[in-house]
C-alpha cells in the first residue's frame, strides 16, 4: 500500500521552520511542532475524513508532591499514551503507532484534576505526534 504521487510529495516537502517550537529540558534544547499544528498538516494533506487516530492506553504512572522553587507544595500527575494512527491510501490503510508520556501539576491540598487532565492530554498528543512523524518531513 502506497500513498498517491501527491501525498508524496507534500510529505516529503520539508517541515517549515516557523512551525518548529523550542523548549529547555535538562540542559538541553528540544524541538517539536505543537499537536494543533500536526492535526492541521494531517487534514491538509489526507484530508478530514483520509486519517483517524485512536488511544490505545492513556493512565496514569506515577504521582508525587514536592515543593517548587518559591517553596509551594505542588503536585504532579505524570502519564504515558500509546496512540495509533490510520491513514487511507489508495490500496488500503497504513496503520503507525507512537508512544508519550506527560506530566500536569498543580498547587497540592486540593483537587488534583488539573494536574492528571494535563498529564493525559500531554502524553496523548505526544504520542499522536511521534506516530505522524514516521509519515514524512511535514511533522518533524
Request: hydrophobic letters at 35%; proline letters at 2%; glycine letters at 12%.
Amino acid at each position: 500500500m502506497t500513498f498517491s504521487n501527491r501525498i508524496n510529495q507534500l510529505l516529503s516537502e520539508p517541515l517549515d521552520p516557523s512551525h518548529v517550537e523550542t523548549r529547555e529540558q535538562a540542559g538541553t534544547t528540544l524541538s517539536y511542532i505543537k499537536g494543533d499544528h500536526a492535526i492541521r498538516e494531517m487534514n491538509r494533506i489526507f484530508g478530514y475524513g483520509g486519517w483517524s487516530r485512536r488511544p490505545l492506553r492513556n493512565e496514569i504512572t506515577e504521582t508525587h508532591t514536592y515543593q517548587n522553587y518559591k517553596k509551594v507544595d505542588m503536585f504532579e500527575a505524570c502519564a504515558v499514551a500509546v496512540v495509533d494512527l490510520t491513514v487511507e491510501t489508495e490500496g488500503g490503510m497504513i496503520m503507525r503507532s507512537g508512544t508519550g508520556f506527560g506530566n500536569g501539576m498543580c498547587k497540592a491540598g486540593g483537587m488534583h484534576k488539573d494536574a492528571y487532565e494535563g498529564a493525559l492530554k500531554e502524553a496523548e498528543t505526544d504520542a499522536f505526534k511521534r506516530a505522524c512523524v514516521t509519515l514524512g518531513d511535514q511533522f518533524g
